[in-house]
């Protein structure tokens, strides 16, 4: 996985509901430091906040320590945000996350942009991921549900060849 994320301009991440797509994957770019932030935007407010949460969780269970995770693994909604600029995760709604590659600086760069359940096809999934695409930001594009294979090929790099799947 993070080997072709590194390769990669983009990435399909395509796997069953509960196999670790929002939870583990996030973990293992930020361990990789392949970015200086993982982005991962959701379609709901509701979603971005128990990702957070759940993140959370599974950090502060492994490293043995209560709080460990609470100024690495941030969220920003429309309506509400626990954010820290040691935040090495950070779960946005599409909205929130759409606004960050719109108004931010350079930084950006650095950053992995992770957007979820794009299965569902809403427009500012859409638009946040061809903005991505279109200034060069990492991507990996992640659903239980969606067609890989098309997503893919919507992705191909400048030879034509299609994103890889995973």
């Given at each position: 996985?993070?080997?072709?994320?590194s390769d990669?301009?983009v990435v399909?991440?395509?796997?069953n509901t509960?196999s670790?797509?929002?939870?583990?994957g996030?973990?293992?770019?930020?361990?990789?430091?392949?970015?200086?932030?993982?982005?991962q935007p959701?379609?709901?407010?509701?979603?971005a906040?128990n990702?957070?949460?759940?993140?959370r969780?599974?950090?502060?269970?492994a490293?043995?320590?209560?709080?460990?995770a609470?100024?690495?693994?941030?969220y920003t909604?429309s309506t509400?945000?626990e954010?820290?600029?040691?935040n090495?995760?950070?779960?946005?709604?599409?909205?929130a996350?759409?606004k960050?590659?719109?108004?931010g600086g350079?930084?950006?760069?650095?950053?992995?942009?992770?957007?979820?359940?794009?299965?569902?096809r809403?427009?500012?999934?859409d638009?946040?991921?061809?903005?991505c695409?279109k200034r060069g930001?990492?991507l990996?594009?992640?659903s239980?549900?969606m067609?890989?294979?098309?997503m893919?090929e919507?992705?191909s790099?400048?030879h034509g060849?299609?994103a890889p799947i995973?």
């Amino acid at each position: 996985f993070i080997d072709m994320v590194s390769d990669n301009p983009v990435v399909i991440l395509s796997g069953n509901t509960g196999s670790g797509k929002t939870t583990l994957g996030a973990q293992a770019l930020m361990e990789s430091e392949l970015g200086r932030k993982v982005i991962q935007p959701q379609p709901r407010i509701i979603l971005a906040r128990n990702a957070c949460y759940r993140v959370r969780q599974e950090m502060d269970y492994a490293m043995h320590q209560k709080g460990y995770a609470d100024k690495r693994v941030g969220y920003t909604t429309s309506t509400d945000s626990e954010v820290d600029p040691e935040n090495e995760i950070l779960m946005a709604t599409y909205g929130a996350a759409l606004k960050m590659v719109i108004h931010g600086g350079k930084e950006i760069k650095s950053f992995i942009f992770n957007p979820e359940e794009v299965h569902l096809r809403e427009i500012e999934a859409d638009i946040l991921i061809g903005l991505c695409a279109k200034r060069g930001l990492k991507l990996v594009i992640s659903s239980a549900t969606m067609n890989a294979e098309k997503m893919a090929e919507t992705y191909s790099n400048v030879h034509g060849e299609p994103a890889p799947i995973l």
